[in-house]
């Protein structure tokens, strides 16, 4: 008779370098939250980006329509042709040059073509700069391909805008690529032109994320790392302008020699998309504008109501963020490191926010608090801020 031998923890041993890959804290703050409300509480959600109105309805009818026909199969690993070339035509629209739908790659979410592209490019020991504060996940992809990322720090009294000579200083021998987000998570931010180009002059790989292009205000205008750099790697999908988070749908454009590259990964780790959903993907690129422009529509009075929320009750916002659906709030007013702040903000005012030391170093003392939730939510959340942070205030 076999034997089957009890679980003991000692015999769960895990490689060494995991313990290298950092919490992503504002989804630990939301599990937190859902566990409260499990047990009764009424929690108010900032701290997770995602948006509340719905997805282009032409997405869903075209989601609904592929499943009725049985479009759940495998696709081409790279992404449906139909799709790859309305990519390519809606990137270069935006653009204004000419996208070969043979350098787009689609993918199960964004994050997923972030880790075939650090997959691709990075060796161990290979470093990997990246302006901060950032989106933290980036870290952890440079992380498990063994290589080492170095933070830049960017000032917040310059609306966060990246130093291309910090940029410079950072770069040394193993350096692969300089990665950034514009409109950046958490910070908004959206790099002016000059930076792009700059940074596009420095000599290693480019990787620009651009998934919050089209949730701009104010004017501000995203300038594509593709129309500076034909070599630039660009990470962009359908969760933040579109709404459509949970389609897990994204997609890079990438080199025409790294094509090949990534399409052997995407073979072996993630063999293709949803075909249902890439179908969903088309109808959004082809008849979702009136989506992102009512997106818009709503977020910027949310973002003014909230930035001057903030403002009085005792948080630092030198610059009013010209993009995405983030303010990331200088807090140390209140005398808590961020991560011990946001916690506290949680049990005590029901409302959840994501600590800038989630972001790296550079994002300590501050919070990030989203705005993609309605207005009467961002009213409720400062209310029940007020009280608690009066309480806690260091003038």
């Not at 479009?71 to 042709?81: E, K, N, Q």
């Not at 690529?177 to 959206?190: F, H, K, L, R």
């Not at 010209?322 to 808590?336: C, L, N, Q, S």
Request: hydrophobic share 45%; proline share 8%; aromatic share 8%.
């Amino acid at each position: 008779m076999t034997r089957v031998t009890g679980y003991s923890p000692e015999r769960v041993q895990l490689p060494p370098h995991n313990g290298r890959m950092k919490p992503f804290l504002a989804m630990e703050i939301m599990e937190r939250a859902m566990a409260m409300e499990r047990d009764g509480a009424d929690v108010v959600h900032l701290e997770v980006g995602e948006p509340d109105f719905a997805p282009p309805p032409a997405a869903i009818e075209a989601a609904r329509d592929a499943l009725a026909r049985n479009a759940t199969r495998y696709t081409d690993s790279r992404g449906l042709p139909a799709l790859r070339a309305a990519v390519a035509e809606e990137k270069g629209r935006r653009i204004g040059r000419e996208i070969d739908p043979e350098r787009v790659i689609v993918t199960s979410g964004t994050s997923p073509a972030m880790l075939l592209a650090f997959g691709a490019l990075l060796s161990p020991g290979d470093e990997v700069v990246v302006p901060a504060p950032h989106y933290p996940c980036y870290p952890n992809f440079v992380r498990f391909c063994g290589a080492e990322p170095v933070p830049v720090a960017c000032d917040p009294e310059q609306g966060w805008a990246i130093d291309p000579d910090a940029v410079r200083a950072a770069i040394g021998p193993r350096t692969r690529a300089i990665v950034y987000g514009s409109p950046a998570n958490p910070t908004g931010a959206v790099q002016p032109r000059e930076v792009v180009e700059a940074l596009a002059q420095l000599g290693p790989t480019l990787l620009s994320d651009e998934i919050y292009d089209g949730l701009l205000y104010d004017g501000a205008q995203v300038t594509s790392a593709l129309s500076v750099d034909d070599e630039a790697w660009v990470f962009d999908g359908f969760s933040k302008r579109y709404a459509m988070t949970g389609f897990r749908l994204g997609h890079a454009i990438v080199p025409a020699a790294a094509m090949r590259t990534l399409q052997t990964l995407q073979q072996s780790f993630f063999i293709s998309a949803s075909e249902f959903v890439q179908v969903a993907g088309i109808a959004a690129l082809r008849e979702g504008d009136a989506t992102v422009s009512a997106a818009r529509g709503l977020l910027l009075p949310r973002r003014d109501r909230l930035v001057g929320g903030l403002r009085r009750l005792g948080f630092r916002i030198p610059v009013s963020p010209p993009g995405a659906f983030y303010v990331f709030a200088d807090a140390r007013a209140f005398g808590m490191d961020s991560l011990a702040l946001a916690n506290h903000l949680l049990e005590h005012a029901h409302v959840g926010v994501t600590p800038g030391v989630d972001f790296g170093s550079a994002g300590e003392g501050f919070l990030r608090i989203g705005y993609a939730a309605p207005m009467a939510a961002i009213d409720e959340a400062l209310e029940r801020l007020a009280p608690v942070l009066a309480a806690l205030r260091r003038d």
